[in-house]
């Protein structure tokens, strides 16, 4: 072991409560970083699940709009407008809304996101069947369901029975992985079924989705729209999934990494005199930057190792739930470059004081 890193480790570990204390702020702004980090590859596809299984070349949602579940009403006049823009070959509506599904067994009450669908269109219908079909959901009072939610629903599977708004609900397919990142289930209806579990009004819709005409430009014609129907979002796939990620995953670790720093340079203010008394016997910048800079190694990669232990732990205890994290070793690879550049980072504000230290001040203490 070089001179330098048992100085820094030595320096490091003499004052134990700074120690830990810097310790905490960098496993818990790795543990945040991470644990955010692993929602997001472990819901991205579950939080735009139904717009990746839509078959959209563009969207047309509410003005501000966050999400696809987003509850706000296109009325039909938007409609009516759309279909006259050149490229547009169809325009097919959905319905979205809460509902409350009370169970047969026992009449309890559970919240459920109903979504209405053409099924006609095709553009977004229940997929992953293990039993019924599609075609069964044209009968009066059909339903999918996934099997996921069977006990929240207080179903079995085909021919199950339950009420939404007063009305009958009976479920004629079943799904299998369908789930929602709220973890309220989804309930698929042909559209005029949806719009009474709702309650929804026939001019009222929540987004559109539109099919181009072949070789139609879809730039050209999401242009054209958003000129034509200004009071409207015109999003691509790919920009309603964006927006869909950033409403429902947002937020950074930023605060605490630089409460973390914070701790960092403190620690190394602290031994200032350390320091100056390495400048006083004549130990170079070089040198000094050295200590420094293993001192900060030695946090990052102590704090880095405990967050990353607990990182997995948090992983096994959500594996088998409907919010599982998702740690893959590309994101442990980056963490661990981040922690590095944030304690050294820290460290480097502390050099900068260190190196204008005149070694007089260890004769005046």
Not at 1 to 24: C, E, G, P, V, Y
Not at 216 to 227: K, R, T
């Amino acid at each position: 072991m070089s001179l330098a890193l048992t100085l820094a480790s030595r320096n490091l570990f003499q004052d134990r409560l700074r120690f830990i204390a810097t310790l905490i702020g960098i496993v818990f702004s790795v543990v945040l970083v991470m644990v955010q980090m692993g929602l997001y590859l472990g819901f991205g596809h579950m939080v735009t699940t139904m717009i990746d299984h839509a078959a959209a070349d563009l969207w047309v949602v509410s003005k501000g709009a966050t999400s696809f579940e987003d509850l706000t009403l296109l009325d039909i006049k938007t409609r009516d407008r759309l279909p006259g823009i050149n490229g547009v070959n169809k325009v097919i509506p959905f319905v979205i809304g809460f509902a409350d599904w009370r169970r047969q067994t026992d009449s309890r009450v559970k919240p459920v996101f109903v979504v209405g669908t053409d099924l006609d269109a095709g553009a977004l219908v229940p997929w992953n069947l293990v039993d019924g079909s599609l075609d069964a959901l044209r009968a009066t009072n059909a339903v999918a369901v996934d099997r996921t939610y069977f006990n929240d629903l207080g179903v079995s599977g085909i021919g199950s029975t339950a009420e939404i708004r007063s009305q009958r609900a009976r479920v004629a397919a079943v799904t299998d992985g369908i789930r929602s990142f709220t973890t309220t289930p989804y309930v698929f209806a042909e559209l005029s079924r949806a719009r009474a579990y709702i309650g929804l009004p026939p001019t009222k819709f929540n987004h559109f989705i539109i099919r181009l005409r072949p070789g139609a430009s879809l730039s050209n014609v999401q242009h054209d729209i958003q000129s034509n129907v200004p009071d409207v979002d015109v999003l691509t796939p790919a920009q309603f999934r964006d927006r869909s990620r950033s409403f429902w995953l947002f937020g950074t670790g930023a605060g605490a990494a630089l409460f973390a720093g914070a701790l960092l340079y403190s620690s190394t203010k602290d031994h200032i005199y350390e320091f100056a008394t390495l400048r006083a016997i004549g130990c170079s910048n070089r040198y000094i930057y050295r200590v420094i800079i293993w001192q900060a190694l030695l946090n990052a990669v102590i704090g880095f190792a405990l967050a990353t232990a607990i990182g997995f732990v948090v992983v096994q205890l959500t594996a088998k739930s409907a919010l599982p994290i998702v740690i893959t070793p590309g994101l442990v690879a980056g963490l661990f470059a981040l922690t590095v550049v944030m304690c050294i980072g820290s460290a480097v504000t502390a050099i900068i004081r260190v190196v204008r230290i005149d070694p007089v001040m260890v004769m005046s203490r």
